[in-house]
């Protein structure tokens, strides 16, 4: 029996470090999978919300009888709609445990910072963006972006995601002459040829949660100490630290509206006594 080892199918990219995972008891709690995935920052997850959609993206269709996936022709120039699946069969895996397995499945997602809109862009080839023009024909042969490269991504309440173009018609997949199929941008309704499984990597999702906190001054909960604020900042007579004995709410109140620091000043010169006055 052969002792060669299996070669690894998973797709890297270009500057992807190997990262060891910490072996685990099979007999651990689920709960710590958040953990396991804070460790692998280059695991494929699903969006929770529209902004967590950001760097490689992968994208499905559940379309019968084999799911595809929207990939990239360098070669050709054009977008088309692979099977996931050449002979389906009951030992495929599941669509929701597929990764991509090449270049061609990955798009890469930018955004300008808060914006709702996100660019499609493909990840061979010179780099174009996906667009869709008022006919409603989807392509991938524009180097600068504008209002047709735009899209708006919809999470639906089962995890899929709808993307919605300038002209606010939903991108689909049709069926045309032969059976083929191809990508559509002018639905007008969300139904099932407009919902998408959409994979992202784990540190761009931690990434736009990080960025959410920041926008919503979500700070842990520091309690003010004045007196070491007073000595830190300022103490004056060698040291001599005062402060008042008022309710420290109003202290709170000036953190939460960015006056902190005016406050303290305007308390210490309540305080402060001066023998040369």
């Not at 710590?32 to 529209?50: F, I, M």
């Not at 084999?66 to 030992?91: A, G, H, V």
């Not at 736009?208 to 919503?216: C, F, T, V």
Request: glycine residues 6%; aromatic residues 6%; proline residues 5%.
């Amino acid at each position: 029996m052969s002792t060669d080892k299996v070669r690894s199918t998973k797709l890297k990219f270009k500057g992807d470090k190997t990262k060891k995972k910490r072996k685990r008891d099979d007999g651990e709690a689920s709960g710590h999978r958040r953990v396991e995935d804070d460790e692998d920052p280059d695991t494929w997850v699903l969006p929770e919300e529209p902004t967590e959609i950001r760097g490689p993206t992968f994208m499905t269709h559940p379309s019968d009888p084999s799911p595809i996936s929207i990939n990239f022709d360098s070669t050709r120039n054009r977008i088309i709609l692979s099977s996931l699946s050449k002979e389906p069969t009951s030992d495929d895996p599941s669509l929701l445990e597929r990764t991509p397995t090449e270049v061609a499945q990955v798009w890469v997602t930018t955004r300008v910072a808060g914006s709702p809109t996100i660019n499609l862009r493909t990840g061979t080839g010179e780099g174009k963006f996906m667009s869709c023009d008022k006919h409603g024909l989807v392509s991938a042969d524009r180097e600068a972006r504008g209002p047709e490269e735009e899209w708006t991504p919809v999470v639906l309440p089962d995890g899929m995601v709808a993307f919605m173009n300038v002209y606010e018609k939903y991108l689909s997949v049709d069926e045309v002459a032969g059976g083929s199929l191809q990508l559509r941008g002018d639905s007008e309704d969300i139904g099932f040829r407009e919902r998408f499984w959409v994979k992202i990597q784990a540190k761009y999702k931690k990434e736009a949660h990080e960025e959410k906190k920041k926008r919503e001054g979500v700070t842990e909960d520091v309690s003010i100490d004045e007196a070491s604020t007073n000595r830190q900042h300022q103490a004056w007579g060698a040291g001599r630290s005062v402060t008042s004995k008022e309710d420290k709410r109003e202290l709170k109140r000036a953190r939460k509206d960015g006056r902190l620091a005016e406050a303290l000043l305007d308390r210490r010169a309540k305080l402060k006594s001066d023998r040369f006055c």
